[in-house]
């Protein structure tokens, strides 16, 4: 019963470097997330992907790219990073189109330094 | 723009006591709205989540939320806090279009002491 799997769980960065974080849900979801998670900002949305095939912007895209890669799976790309994307990344899933009622269901994050 | 709004960002109460979480919503029609808790190094855990069908709505160890319209608040709360209720919650209210993501308030740090 995984739900959502993130990987890594940790992560150290020196600016400059890239590095893909991963998401997968094997609950046949349609939607995915990633967020990002700041002391007293809460979540706050990068990409979501509202189908297979489809990726939109949310609050904070900038230096991030993403990936819908298939049905299951949901990769962020960070390119260079910067010390300001020093957070702990949370991927979600969920499917609204069946449920709009239906909650997220949430990995349980990747902790990022960049150094 | 819809937002969300938790009022006091760290709460502490004694063991027993009432717990009360405010959270108050702005959006031009009834949005879906929901309870996340998270405990230290963790992802977010649904507490409960409010359907038509009820105002009052209960979810799980014992927590339960008030859907009032007039005020547009959906209050959490708990009749008497346990240690273990130690843990960061979350407002959260979803649009009523298909794919869209949610918005989170900014949360609020509930300390429980015994």
């Known amino acids: 019963n995984a739900g959502v799997t993130q990987t890594p769980k940790f992560q150290v960065l020196k600016t400059g470097q890239s590095m893909t974080l991963q998401c997968a849900q094997d609950?046949?979801?349609?939607?995915m997330y990633w967020y990002r998670q700041d002391p007293g900002m809460g979540l706050r949305l990068i990409y979501y992907?509202?189908?297979?095939?489809?990726?939109d912007k949310g609050e904070v895209p900038n230096g991030y790219n993403v990936s819908r890669l298939n049905k299951r799976e949901f990769s962020l790309r960070l390119e260079s990073a910067a010390p300001s994307q020093t957070s702990v990344y949370f991927c979600?899933?969920?499917?609204?189109?069946?449920?709009?009622?239906?909650?997220?269901?949430f990995g349980d994050g990747t902790r990022l330094s960049i150094l | 723009a819809q937002s969300v709004t938790q009022l006091g960002s760290h709460v502490s109460v004694s063991e027993g006591a009432l717990v009360l979480l405010r959270c108050n919503y702005s959006?031009?029609?009834?949005?879906?709205l929901f309870w996340y808790v998270q405990y230290p190094n963790q992802g977010l855990q649904l507490l409960l989540k409010?359907?038509?069908?009820?105002?009052l709505v209960k979810g799980i160890n014992g927590f339960e939320a008030e859907f009032k319209k007039s005020e547009t608040s959906f209050h959490l709360t708990k009749p008497s806090a346990h240690m273990s209720d130690a843990a960061e919650y979350f407002c959260?209210?979803?649009?009523?279009?298909?794919?869209?993501?949610?918005?989170f308030g900014k949360g609020t740090t509930l300390s429980v002491s015994s």
């Open positions: 979600a899933s969920s499917d609204p189109v069946r449920d709009l009622n239906q909650p997220q269901h």
């Open positions: 609950m046949n979801h349609n939607s």
């Open positions: 992907s509202a189908s297979e095939g489809t990726t």
């Open positions: 959006s031009s029609v009834p949005p879906y």
């Open positions: 409010y359907t038509s069908a009820a105002t």
């Open positions: 959260a209210v979803n649009l009523n279009q298909a794919g869209t993501a949610l918005i």
